[in-house]
């Protein structure tokens, strides 16, 4: 069964728009949750998110995590059509001596002048 | 960037040929990683190396062999290619797991995209 799970899978929208993408975490002895973006490359870091409730931002993109509610949030404000690409969300383990990410099978985003 | 190329970048084969994808880092980094990625299945992992000569299988390591005999180059193996492994590969590096979170991100390089008929 997956550990992680993305929501929505796919999500088409208009330049303007702000989005919110969703990511839910089972990792044992969870330690942090990474976000990604894929454009049709390779899937390049965003950010990290290990204490609950605080928020990293980069521009236009934020994300918070809620370690109660094993879930984060990837927020994109004034979206572009450079945004469009899947965002990939994974989990890691504390107890792991591998350093293991645990993707989600990512959500797609496209963006629409 | 990190410094991360994979080769080849494209490749068509047969059914039941050897194939051998190449990942190069130039960061120094003592772990690495081979995954593929296909629709409806996110990344999954295939094998890892945690140095040279030690490697260790994924989630989906069968018909699939690596090797490391640099730092630098992690090397994987389709000793029989069959269709169900046209896919696209990716190596990643990332630092030793440790007690900080930050060793945590993996880093990839740029992907082969791999054709079985």
């Known amino acids: 069964e997956d550990k992680v799970v993305q929501s929505p899978l796919s999500l088409v929208v208009h330049e303007g728009d702000t989005v919110t993408l969703n990511c839910s975490y089972e990792?044992?002895?969870?330690?942090?949750l990474l976000w990604y973006k894929q454009e049709k490359k390779a899937p390049t870091f965003l950010f990290m998110l290990?204490?609950?409730?605080i928020e990293k931002k980069s521009g236009r993109l934020s994300s918070i995590l809620d370690k109660k509610e094993l879930s984060s949030i990837l927020n994109i404000t004034a979206t572009q059509t450079g945004d469009s690409a899947i965002y990939l969300c994974?989990?890691?383990?504390?107890?792991?001596?591998?350093?293991?990410?645990?993707f989600g099978r990512g959500t797609q985003l496209t963006v629409w002048p | 960037d990190a410094g991360i190329t994979q080769s080849p970048r494209h490749k068509v084969t047969e059914t039941g040929t050897p194939v051998t994808l190449r990942c190069h880092q130039t960061?120094?980094?003592?772990?690495m990683y081979w995954y593929r990625q296909d629709p409806g299945h996110g990344l999954r992992l295939i094998h890892y190396?945690?140095?040279?000569?030690?490697?260790d299988k994924g989630e989906v390591s069968d018909g699939y062999s690596v090797s490391r005999s640099k730092t630098e180059d992690f090397l994987l193996t389709l000793e029989s290619a069959t269709s169900s492994q046209t896919s696209v590969y990716f190596c990643?590096?990332?630092?030793?797991?440790?007690?900080?979170?930050?060793?945590?991100?993996?880093?990839f390089g740029p992907g082969t995209r791999l054709t079985v008929l």
């Open positions: 990643a590096i990332s630092e030793p797991p440790g007690l900080a979170a930050r060793t945590d991100t993996q880093y």
């Open positions: 990792v044992t002895n969870f330690r942090s």
């Open positions: 290990t204490s609950s409730g």
């Open positions: 994974a989990g890691t383990d504390r107890g792991s001596t591998l350093g293991r990410l645990y």
């Open positions: 960061e120094n980094h003592r772990y």
């Open positions: 190396s945690y140095g040279v000569k030690d490697t």
